[in-house]
C-alpha cells in the first residue's frame, strides 16, 4: 500500500515558523544556562565574597581562618568561589 503527501506551501511555512521558534527557544534555554554556570563559577574577591555573604570582612576573615568556608589562595591572594559559597549556605542552612 503506498501512500503520497502532499503538503501545501502555506503548511511547509507554517512548518518552517514553528521550527524556527522552538529553535529559538531553545537556544535562549542553552543560553541562559551557560550564563548562570559562568556566574556561578566565578571567582569573589574578599570585598565581593563579604558583600555576596552579607557580612563584614572581619568576619568573613573569621570565617576563612575557622575553615568555616571553602576559600582558594592564590600567591598572597584569597579568592571565593561564587558556587562555593553557594553550596555551603545550602549546606548549612540544612543543617
Known sequence: MKMEFTLTQEFKEEIITLLRQTIQEELKTISSRQNQKQTDS???S???ASQFLGCSLTSL???QKNNLIP???VGRR???SKSD???HLKV???K
Open 92 to 94: 548549612e542552612a540544612i
Open 85 to 87: 559559597l553557594v553550596n
Open 42 to 44: 566565578k571567582m569573589l
Open 71 to 73: 576559600y582558594h589562595q
Open 46 to 48: 574578599r570585598e565581593e
Open 78 to 80: 584569597i579568592l571565593f
Open 61 to 63: 576573615w573569621h570565617y
